[in-house]
């Protein structure tokens, strides 16, 4: 962009200097020189150049450098400004010349680096005193800007370093006002977002300044050699000042001086390389931050001890990682985890940096007790940040309205315990008998559940070990089993009773998870939701769910819609009767993967569908893909031996494994075998025979839970009543590939080989 930058700048100069006001009540200070940095995003140039031809003191000599990979010659231009002299005048003032330079600056590495390379290349005299440095997002929020700078360094000329108040580029928020050192790092004891009221307007002699706004004495420049372009971006400020407070000089705020500073980089609008970024897609500058404070603190401690602080900070950084996880910052907690290991990549220019500061160094820190943070007040500067925090997403309402919603939770928490119990005594009070046996320690089972006697260690088993089958073909451990574990740890390892808890648990369970979360996606009120909330034990029991215990399916109506909540509020799509800003949430995208692993294991085919609504997600919201491609992993790696083993043994026509059910018995024993899927469901519910015409026998007393108590004798009904299959044996029933279309079979050599044994 060398050539095409260069114009673009020439011509956002003519437009500035051409619709500059005319006003006598400016005047020039030919000895200082302002340089402001331009790259490749010149969306803020414009108005920045504008608040700078404002100033009511404007310098001899404003240097353009650009920085976006230019090396043209230097462009100059010129203006007059006449000023105005105070009380009566016998002559014509004469006017001052302005001049403006363009220079190109190539392969700058940093703010100052750029700055160094355009006031080499720049035609300056040696009147030249002081420096004011400005980055294109960084404009004087009123036209004394710069005359309260050099008013303050009349008054105080000790000063090296003149910084000015940091504000957001509206000019109404602080971002700081100066910053004070504090264990090897710099803080600025400001709450960022805050407020102007001026409440720090009293400071004066600080720490460390933003450049950003400066005004540097060239003396000092030359002196210290200017700031270190390694720092980079978030940490050569801290670095020059902290250089020019131990070399005995001062660093001064001037907080009637205030800048207006859009921070591109810091808020990512803006990458690392200058290219513009979509204000409503930023970009996240974790990773550049937390370098540069590392950079700072290594280069602020002796190097003897840096390998003590090395093995300290990776220790700290995992902790640091997971403090930010739980604040639902995943990439920040990655870029902790890899900082300390960046180090050594830079090892030479870092050891360079600290002995560079110990040999400017003339004054001890300990000795500049006013620039150093105490413990206290960076405690109450912590507490006022998350105060700030809690606050932002927060809309203030009067006591009525908060009196209001108070009692519609109250009534929506009544409500949904009510709900919950009414659903629990329905399916009671269809299946009182059953309950109170498996309250003694029966065991359920039905036409479609077959019971078990087996202990947790031997369904642990199952569920991690592959089986070969009648004709050779392996085939992986069905999913559903590992979700049955993890109920069996619930009821502390039995697993008769964890089959119990899903069936009789499902009811209510449905109502907490679903009327909540289907709540907070659309703004329903207690009577509608509570109404949907109701429509899943309705559905359940109309298909014959409880009664036929289908317990995959339960888990499915249980889990799915709290999944698929949780997706609507990781991506910010949701509502609530409360006063709050919808916004991402990566802990809700970590429950809904957590909530999609039931169903899926439970009904592998759920898969196919699910990869269908996540492709419609990915095009409804694609700013939040990353979080969406990851929802479905943990799913994926639970079902992934399924799904290759249905690919590999294909031609064997095991791609019916993804459609089969774990819990369907085989029909040499108990009736023919029985696929849940949601047509047989439907003609269940309407009393439809849907084993007419496919040669499959009748299920005696289909519908109907029966138990078996511990111990009790078997009866061949065809009901399964008379078989305890152990659990390891559950994983058996997978059937014969080439002869049906279950997935889950061979039951027959399982009761042959146990009754061989009676």
Avoid at 351 to 363: G, P
Wanted: with cysteine; hydrophobic share 45%.
């Amino acid at each position: 962009m060398s050539s095409t930058g260069n114009s673009d700048i020439q011509r956002i100069l003519a437009d500035v200097m051409a619709n500059r006001p005319y006003s006598h009540r400016q005047n020039v200070d030919p000895t200082v020189v302002a340089v402001v940095t331009v790259e490749e995003d010149m969306r803020f140039l414009p108005d920045t150049m504008g608040a700078l031809l404002r100033q009511t003191v404007l310098p001899g000599v404003i240097v353009i450098a650009d920085c976006a990979g230019g090396d043209n010659p230097p462009v100059q231009s010129q203006f007059q400004v006449i000023p105005a002299p105070s009380g009566l005048v016998s002559s014509v003032p004469q006017p001052k010349t302005v001049t403006v330079e363009l220079v190109g600056v190539k392969g700058a590495r940093s703010f100052y680096h750029g700055v160094a390379k355009a006031l080499h290349d720049a035609q300056l005299d040696s009147s030249t005193r002081a420096v004011w440095l400005l980055h294109d997002d960084s404009r004087p929020a009123d036209d004394t800007c710069l005359e309260s700078l050099l008013e303050t360094w009349r008054n105080d000329p000790t000063a090296s370093v003149l910084g000015a108040k940091q504000l957001d580029w509206q000019a109404e928020h602080l971002h700081d006002v100066g910053a004070y050192a504090y264990r090897h790092r710099v803080e600025s004891l400001v709450v960022d977002g805050e407020p102007d009221q001026e409440q720090y307007d009293g400071r004066r002699d600080v720490f460390s300044v933003s450049l950003a706004g400066t005004l540097v004495s060239i003396e000092t420049m030359h002196e210290l050699g200017g700031a270190d372009d390694w720092f980079a971006t978030f940490a050569e400020s801290e670095d020059f000042c902290r250089r020019v407070c131990l070399s005995g000089r001062r660093v001064v705020v001037v907080p009637q001086a205030r800048i207006a500073h859009r921070r591109a980089r810091f808020e990512g609008v803006r990458t690392k390389g200058g290219e513009p970024v979509d204000e409503d897609r930023p970009i996240d500058s974790s990773m550049a931050r937390i370098r540069g404070r590392m950079r700072y603190s290594y280069t602020d401690t002796r190097l003897m001890m840096w390998p003590f602080v090395w093995v300290f900070g990776v220790f700290a950084a995992i902790g640091k990682a997971i403090a930010k996880l739980f604040a639902k910052r995943p990439y920040e907690a990655l870029c902790e985890l890899v900082a300390p290991w960046t180090l050594w990549g830079g090892l030479p220019r870092a050891i360079a940096a600290r002995r560079r500061v110990s040999r400017q160094e003339s004054v001890p820190i300990g000795r500049l007790g006013v620039l150093v943070a105490n413990r206290q007040q960076v405690a109450q500067w912590h507490d006022r940040v998350q105060a700030l925090s809690d606050q932002r997403h927060v809309v203030l309402l009067s006591p009525l309205a908060k009196a209001h919603l108070r009692r519609r939770a109250i009534q929506r928490w009544l409500l949904a315990v009510a709900m919950a119990l009414v659903c629990f005594g329905v399916v009671a009070v269809m299946h009182g008998t059953t309950l109170r046996a498996v309250l003694s320690g029966a065991s359920l089972y039905s036409d479609s559940l077959l019971p078990t006697g087996g202990d947790f260690g031997q369904l642990w088993r199952a569920a991690t070990t592959s089986w070969v089958f009648g004709d050779g073909i392996a085939a992986p451990p069905a999913p559903w089993l590992l979700v049955w574990g993890l109920a069996s740890v619930i009821t502390a390892g039995n697993v008769s009773a964890a089959i119990a808890l899903v069936t009789f648990a499902a009811a209510p369970s449905w109502r907490c998870p679903s009327g909540r979360c289907v709540r907070r996606v659309h703004p329903l009120r207690c009577g509608p939701s509570s109404h949907v909330a109701c429509c899943g034990p309705s559905f359940a029991l109309g298909l014959g769910l409880f009664s036929a215990g289908d317990v995959p399916m339960l888990t499915v109506m249980v889990f799915l819609p709290a999944a698929f909540a949780f997706v609507f509020r990781a991506v910010g799509l949701y509502r609530t009767e409360d006063q709050v800003t919808a916004h991402p949430s990566v802990q809700a995208a970590a429950l809904a993967a957590l909530c999609f692993v039931p169903p899926v294991a439970a009904e592998p085919q759920l898969m196919l569908s699910l990869i269908v609504v996540f492709v419609v997600f990915l095009a409804v919201v694609p700013r939040h893909r990353a979080m969406l491609l990851l929802i479905p992993l943990p799913s994926g790696f639970v079902i992934a031996p399924t799904i290759i083993n249905a690919v590999h043994h294909a031609s064997e026509r095991s791609w019916r494994q993804l459609f089969g059910d774990v819990m369907v018995p085989l029909s040499a024993r108990n009736g023919a075998p029985d696929a849940s899927g949601f047509a047989t469901l439907a003609m269940r519910a309407f009393g439809v025979d849907d084993t007419a015409g496919n040669g499959l026998a009748d299920l005696s007393a289909a519908g109907v839970f029966r138990y078996r108590r511990p111990g009790a004798a078997g009866r061949g009904d065809g009901a399964c009543g008379g078989v305890a299959v152990p659990a390891p044996r559950i994983a058996r029933l997978a059937h014969d590939v080439g002869r049906h279309a279950q997935w889950w079979g061979a039951c027959r050599r399982i009761v042959e080989d146990r009754r061989g044994r009676r």
